[in-house]
């Protein structure tokens, strides 16, 4: 059974930091591409950054870069998105996604809210 689990949201005000992680289990992590998607109320789900399986490539949102970094650890099996200097509009849901050839996983997501 595959799982993804996202931990590390909550309230932080803006200018402020948060590290996301998502523990995965019952795949091979390695062998996943894996990704933070993110979706505000009222708003569809979107690409916030992507890391390769090998972790060598990473992509971000234009609205994000140079303010967030994921990164993987394979040997814990887990992915992180750290986001500093955060701003109203990065209050979202935020969602872990695996993704290989054939497969894909979803997380059950976490909460961050920027607000002073």
């Known amino acids: 059974q595959v799982q993804l689990v996202e931990s590390g949201g909550g309230l932080v005000q803006p200018g402020g930091s948060l590290r996301l992680s998502c523990a995965a289990s019952g795949l091979r992590f390695s062998t996943y591409g894996m990704r933070w998607y993110r979706q505000a109320p009222g708003k569809e789900r979107e690409l916030v950054a992507g890391?390769?399986?090998?972790?060598?490539?990473?992509n971000y949102v234009d609205t994000v870069k140079g303010r967030f970094t994921i990164s993987r650890d394979n040997a814990k099996n887990t992915v992180y998105l750290q986001m500093n200097s955060l701003k109203p509009e990065d209050t979202a849901v935020y969602y872990c996604?695996?993704?290989?050839?054939?497969?894909?996983?979803w997380g059950q997501g976490t909460q961050v809210t920027v607000s002073s």
């Open positions: 996604h695996a993704l290989s050839l054939v497969r894909n996983y």
């Open positions: 890391i390769s399986s090998d972790g060598a490539l990473t």
